[in-house]
């Protein structure tokens, strides 16, 4: 038995796979935000019952999570010490000088994650070249190490200029800090990022140190309670590069989970697309709290070495996923001006919508979908959690319709729209924005939400054809079983990509190419699974940002480099400069250590789809009575005309008029745009 759980800010969802019948187990519950693996535990438990089995079956635990992320947003870090070079305390202040908003004077960069007061200066200086100019003065840093103790911080980061070339200082200095605070979290900037751009990768060292010691919390927790069901292997966590880490990886990198739990969604929806041969898709993860889109091409997922996690920046390599704050858990309201607006704050697990019971009193898009009955008005999750019409009702009249002079389905509706709107600007931001043309993808939606809201999406962004997988809404946990387990290696040196300096460069890919191989040796990978993917970022002399060019397989020739390079800055900025110099900037390696993917098998029912019940839906254009299919009767080649509506538990499909869908060989749900004359 395989098991892999994904904590979402609203759900936790679990996916078991026997992997001697190939079947595949769909399970969620309520995530608990006070402590995440209560939920990990209770959701275990249950289907390890329900299926006969007890945890010593288990030979492989993955984990998706969402806690280092919300530690940052909610900014509930420890207590954190910074230490650097003399006359750069304020680099973490400072920052890049660029205004988020320009035009917006109301809107303020974020404080630092670590106060001025606790950020020290120490003598020491190395330069651009990696050569110490100034000895590191140990004593000051003992002494900035006696200060940090008595202002009793728990974590100390370790920052100094030119660190990424040569970390012989940092390293001493974090020897010194871990003798005088042997409790304390330590880190250093040339573990962490060892690349150029020191604010960057002092702001990604203070968030590891930062949400270090509770990530070591959580772990713990989590570790004592897979011990206690009898579990004998250890978790692996899913990364922000959609590649799987052990925990003490995880315990020296939690900065690392900072998108855990959509590069699991991303990874998921690669494999299942490609299996489904439909190779250029555009995520649609629409979940509890927020909606995380990415693209997929030629079914292989974007990925950004940087991004942007609660305004701090974090630079590491990870699935390019944009994220918004709109989700079934998101709540309307009206702005001072009388506006509806949807999002981005959430109601979350707890109390969560005000359907569920728990004590929400806010409207949110979940009790829209209840009103209008796309969603069962009597009970979600396969029957197991009872809801409120009711009180839904109640609520979005109250808050919203009154005061907007709406009926309750005209406001529930009007709540819905605008939450479409929201999601479709979020994936045009990373197709039409980057120059692709999204009619020529595929939607892929997943998550509680996704399917829900996936034709009006794709309606409004210019979309034909969806597709939906099977039960979509734990899909981020079955992308875990999906994920290869990976490491990450960077060397950063500024260098001309002349035949003379190509040796150095490529020097530091056969260097990080043995490291990656020594790694996959300690996580016993098999040498035939193994795969080593290398990338140079470079740019043209004289710009400041640089391109991803990913070299072929074999010893690195610098003409592939160079015609890389050229191809990857005309895809990226529409033209390429013949002729002028290039410059490299980082190489990067990524250690693969493959794993065996599930092959599921998909057991649909027999025969032309039966409904199971009618009801009257909501459609844009009003009430109608519709037919309810569940998803698990629908068999292989089984079509259907909208409009309709297709339960399972962990979301719902709801297909309009003008709509038809079909069923591929491995359960999928196909939508597409009907032909016209084709009757509902």
Same mark, same amino acid.
């Given at each position: ?9 609203? !759900? ?36 390890? $019952? ?5 945890? +010593? ?58 106060? /001025? ?7 020491? @200086? ?51 800090? /871990? ?21 960057? $990768? ?22 004592? @309670? ?56 555009? #995520? ?65 697990? +707890? ?76 994936? /045009? ?11 020529? !993808? ?31 809404? #734990? ?58 993917? $290398? ?14 060019? /990913?070299?072929? +397989?074999?010893?690195?020739? $610098?003409?592939? !480099? ?56 909501? !459609? ?31 979301? #719902? ?28």
């Amino acid at each position: 038995m395989r098991i892999g759980f994904d904590v979402g800010g609203t !759900f936790t969802d679990f996916t078991l796979h026997d992997t001697d019948t190939g079947a595949l187990h769909h399970f969620k519950l309520s995530t608990t935000p006070a402590d995440p693996s209560e939920a990990i535990a209770a959701g275990v438990t249950a289907m390890l $019952r329900r299926h006969g089995f007890g945890a +010593d079956a288990l030979r492989f635990i993955g984990h998706g999570t969402t806690i280092a992320t919300n530690m940052v947003i909610e900014r509930r870090g420890v207590p954190t010490g910074l230490i650097t070079t003399q006359g750069f305390r304020d680099v973490l202040e400072i920052g890049r000088q660029v205004r988020p908003h320009l035009y917006d004077y109301t809107v303020r960069t974020p404080e630092p994650l670590i106060p /001025r007061e606790r950020r020290l200066e120490v003598p020491e @200086r190395i330069d651009a070249a990696g050569t110490i100019l100034r000895p590191l003065d140990e004593e000051a840093v003992a002494e900035a190490a006696e200060t940090l103790a008595a202002q009793n911080v728990q974590a100390v980061a370790i920052c100094f200029l030119h660190a990424y070339l040569n970390d012989a200082h940092e390293r001493r200095a974090a020897e010194i800090v /871990r003798a005088r605070l042997p409790d304390a979290f330590v880190c250093t900037s040339s573990e962490v990022l060892p690349e150029f751009r020191e604010y960057e $990768r002092f702001s990604t060292a203070a968030i590891n140190a930062t949400i270090g010691p509770r990530m070591e919390r959580y772990l713990d927790r989590l570790l004592g @309670r897979l011990a206690g069901l009898g579990a004998s292997v250890a978790p692996y966590t899913i990364h922000s590069n959609g590649g799987l880490m052990s925990v003490e990886t995880v315990r020296r990198y939690p900065v690392r989970t900072c998108l855990s739990g959509p590069a699991a969604g991303v990874v998921g929806a690669a494999e299942v697309a490609r299996q489904a041969g439909i190779p250029d898709v555009v #995520t649609f993860d629409a979940g509890g709290t927020s909606t995380d889109v990415s693209l997929i091409q030629d079914g292989m997922p974007a990925f950004a070495t940087a991004r942007l996690v609660a305004d701090y920046p974090v630079r590491t390599p990870m699935v390019d996923v944009h994220v918004i704050g709109a989700g079934g858990g998101s709540i309307a309201w009206l702005d001072d001006a009388g506006a509806l607006k949807v999002g981005p704050h959430s109601a979350g697990a +707890d109390p969560g919508p005000v359907a569920y019971g728990r004590g929400g009193t806010a409207p949110t898009l979940t009790d829209a979908n209840i009103v209008l009955h796309r969603l069962d008005p009597v009970a979600l999750l396969g029957g197991r959690m009872a809801v409120d019409e009711a009180a839904a009702r109640r609520a979005i009249e109250t808050e919203i319709a009154r005061p907007l002079g709406l009926s309750v389905e005209a406001a529930a509706l009007g709540m819905i729209h605008i939450a479409v709107a929201n999601m479709s600007r979020a994936i /045009r931001s990373v197709s039409t924005e980057k120059g692709h043309d999204v009619g020529a !993808f595929a939607l892929f939606p997943y998550g509680g939400a996704g399917p829900l809201h996936a034709v009006p999406v794709a309606m409004e962004c210019g979309i034909t054809r969806v597709l939906v997988p099977v039960e979509p809404g #734990t899909l981020c946990a079955r992308g875990i079983l999906l994920s290869d387990v990976s490491l990450d290696l960077v060397r950063s040196e500024i260098m001309p990509a002349t035949e003379a300096a190509w040796p150095r460069a490529a020097a530091h890919l056969a260097a990080m190419e043995d490291a990656g191989r020594a790694w996959l040796d300690a996580e016993h990978i098999a040498p035939d699974r193994r795969r080593f993917d $290398r990338v140079i970022e470079a740019r043209y002399k004289g710009q400041n940002h640089e391109v991803q060019v /990913r070299l072929p +397989d074999g010893p690195p020739a $610098r003409t592939d !480099f160079l015609d890389g390079f050229a191809a990857a800055h005309r895809r990226e900025y529409g033209y390429a400069i013949e002729g002028h110099p290039v410059e490299i900037v980082n190489c990067r390696l990524k250690s693969v250590g493959l794993v065996d993917r599930p092959s599921p098998r998909f057991t649909g029912g027999t025969g032309t789809p039966q409904p199971k019940s009618r009801r009257r839906v909501h !459609f844009d254009d009003g009430w109608h009575e519709t037919p309810i299919y569940d998803r698990a009767t629908l068999a292989v080649g089984a079509t259907l005309a909208g409009p309709a509506v297709i339960d399972e538990m962990s979301a #719902t499909t709801v297909l309009p008029a003008g709509w038809t869908l079909r069923v591929d060989p491995a359960g999928n749900l196909i939508l597409e745009t009907a032909p016209k004359g084709t009757a509902a």
